[in-house]
């Protein structure tokens, strides 16, 4: 028998979240067999835009979608929550600060963790997608003090999977052979997208680190980090508006690896707590990891060699990050 996971998403109906939850009864979440069902969370103020999505979700016949449940109440639509997407949350308006950005995310994600301490499952596996992600996964975290510091977790994938896409463009091969290219810290412009421990399979089948084939450090120290840190910007500049469909693309890689596991030899970035880490990196933040998963449990993945100048990428993004936690918590 095939039991449904229950997973909760909030914003469903805007942007990202729209498309996610057709992805999620699609299957790209948790495979083809696993059934679903789907407690969607919404303002008031979108209740409208959130019954329409459940219409179409409906229409859509999926026989993964055991149930819809739409809610206005955290209360309600995280009730015995497996999984939930948090993907809600408050744009930055004009003229707002980025302190003032923080605040009011604080607020949002300070009841939504209350919410998940009191009525999610305490094994509930939490990827804060709404930004500022790293800080809001933290805030939630520090307010469901019952539910443990490792099911916390923000999106850094998109990052990773641009990252993947410049390089399969540079290199002309296909993006499923090129392993182990991973964004460290913050989901920001401080992020660090790096390729020191990636490698492609050549031509012959053989496995080739990324900084030999590409054979320009020049470029993978600058123009491609750049690229990478500011694709966000990139979209909105030709789009008009925010990158949807590969956000929601890359939440659904996220919580698959964490769910199904990672494959073999293969590493992913995850901004985890970074409490115990072996890479110097202060405790007490959500910061991007090399991960793998296995049992639904991530582990960061220890003893990579980190050069000088990768240090020092560590630790702008960490800098960005303990300054965030301060400005959020100053509530
Ligand atoms: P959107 O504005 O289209 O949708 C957000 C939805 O969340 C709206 O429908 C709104 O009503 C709802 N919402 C706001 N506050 C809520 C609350 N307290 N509870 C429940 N629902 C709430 O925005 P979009 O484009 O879908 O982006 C969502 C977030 O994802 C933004 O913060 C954006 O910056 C972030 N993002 C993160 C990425 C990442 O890689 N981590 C990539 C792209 C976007």
Redesign the pocket.
């Given at each position: 028998e095939n039991k449904p996971i229950r997973v909760a998403v909030?914003?469903?109906?805007?942007?990202?979240?729209s498309v996610l939850c057709f992805f999620i009864a699609q299957g790209r979440m948790f495979g083809p067999y696993q059934k679903v069902i789907l407690q969607l969370?919404?303002?008031p103020?979108?209740e409208g835009?959130l019954k329409g999505l459940c219409l179409e979700l409906q229409d859509g016949a999926y026989p993964l979608l055991a149930e819809i449940r739409p809610s206005t109440n955290?209360e309600e639509a995280f009730k015995d929550a497996d999984v939930a997407v948090l993907?809600?949350?408050?744009?930055r308006g004009p003229g707002m600060e980025r302190k003032d950005l923080l605040n009011e995310n604080a607020k949002?994600f300070k009841?939504?963790g209350e919410a998940l301490d009191k009525v999610a499952k305490k094994t509930v596996k939490v990827c804060v997608?709404?930004?500022p992600?790293n800080t809001n996964a933290l805030i939630a975290s520090h307010y469901a003090p019952s539910i443990p510091k490792k099911n916390f977790s923000?999106?850094?994938?998109?990052?990773q999977n641009r990252a993947l896409s410049q390089l399969s463009d540079k290199l002309k091969t296909r993006v499923e052979d090129i392993k182990n290219v991973v964004i460290w810290g913050n989901?920001s412009l401080t992020q660090y997208p790096d390729v020191n421990h990636g490698e492609v399979i050549g031509a012959d089948g053989k496995r080739i680190k990324i900084r030999q084939a590409v054979n320009d450090d020049n470029y993978l120290n600058d123009a491609f980090i750049s690229r990478v840190q500011k694709r966000?910007g990139e979209i909105i500049s030709v789009m008009k508006?925010?990158?949807?469909a590969s956000?929601a693309s890359?939440a659904c890689d996220h919580v698959h690896d964490w769910w199904v596991g990672t494959k073999p030899g293969e590493f992913v970035s995850m901004a985890v707590i970074s409490d115990n880490n072996k890479y110097g990196v202060a405790n007490g933040i959500i910061y991007s990891f090399p991960v793998v998963c296995k049992n639904g449990e991530w582990q960061v993945v220890n003893g990579l060699n980190i050069d000088e100048f990768s240090k020092k990428k560590f630790k702008a993004t960490e800098d960005e990050l303990l300054e965030e936690r301060k400005m959020a918590l100053n509530i």
């Amino acid at each position: 028998e095939n039991k449904p996971i229950r997973v909760a998403v909030t914003g469903a109906a805007g942007q990202i979240g729209s498309v996610l939850c057709f992805f999620i009864a699609q299957g790209r979440m948790f495979g083809p067999y696993q059934k679903v069902i789907l407690q969607l969370l919404e303002l008031p103020a979108a209740e409208g835009p959130l019954k329409g999505l459940c219409l179409e979700l409906q229409d859509g016949a999926y026989p993964l979608l055991a149930e819809i449940r739409p809610s206005t109440n955290a209360e309600e639509a995280f009730k015995d929550a497996d999984v939930a997407v948090l993907v809600g949350a408050k744009p930055r308006g004009p003229g707002m600060e980025r302190k003032d950005l923080l605040n009011e995310n604080a607020k949002i994600f300070k009841v939504q963790g209350e919410a998940l301490d009191k009525v999610a499952k305490k094994t509930v596996k939490v990827c804060v997608v709404g930004n500022p992600a790293n800080t809001n996964a933290l805030i939630a975290s520090h307010y469901a003090p019952s539910i443990p510091k490792k099911n916390f977790s923000a999106l850094t994938r998109l990052d990773q999977n641009r990252a993947l896409s410049q390089l399969s463009d540079k290199l002309k091969t296909r993006v499923e052979d090129i392993k182990n290219v991973v964004i460290w810290g913050n989901h920001s412009l401080t992020q660090y997208p790096d390729v020191n421990h990636g490698e492609v399979i050549g031509a012959d089948g053989k496995r080739i680190k990324i900084r030999q084939a590409v054979n320009d450090d020049n470029y993978l120290n600058d123009a491609f980090i750049s690229r990478v840190q500011k694709r966000g910007g990139e979209i909105i500049s030709v789009m008009k508006k925010s990158s949807a469909a590969s956000a929601a693309s890359a939440a659904c890689d996220h919580v698959h690896d964490w769910w199904v596991g990672t494959k073999p030899g293969e590493f992913v970035s995850m901004a985890v707590i970074s409490d115990n880490n072996k890479y110097g990196v202060a405790n007490g933040i959500i910061y991007s990891f090399p991960v793998v998963c296995k049992n639904g449990e991530w582990q960061v993945v220890n003893g990579l060699n980190i050069d000088e100048f990768s240090k020092k990428k560590f630790k702008a993004t960490e800098d960005e990050l303990l300054e965030e936690r301060k400005m959020a918590l100053n509530i």
